[in-house]
């Protein structure tokens, strides 16, 4: 399954660098998305593969909050991930 990467998990002051919100292809519901909890994430960019795993749902509409390795380059915004 594929996704894309909506944007960094952020608050009013912080922006975590490791953590981003992924919209998962075909996934429309909360319900969806929950099934989706613990899969791995990996996002390649040319020279080297990042990891993650899925670690909660974000939001209603199927968006769910992935936390990698590292920190991921902001080059990762709208681009897409592996789901397996």
């Known amino acids: 399954m594929e996704g894309v990467v ?3 998990r ?7 660098g490791n953590q981003v919100v992924v919209q ?3 996934c429309d519901s909360r319900d ?3 099934a989706l909890l613990g899969k791995k994430v990996s996002w390649s960019t040319g020279k080297r593969d990042l990891t993650g795993v899925v670690a909660a749902v974000h939001g209603r509409n199927g968006a769910v ?4 390795d590292q920190g ?3 080059q990762c915004l709208g681009k897409s991930v592996t789901i397996t």
């Open 6 to 8: 909506v944007h960094y």
């Open 10 to 16: 952020q608050s009013r002051h912080t922006t975590d």
């Open 24 to 26: 998962p292809r075909g």
């Open 32 to 34: 969806e998305a929950e």
């Open 65 to 68: 909050r992935v936390v990698f």
């Open 72 to 74: 991921v380059p902001g």
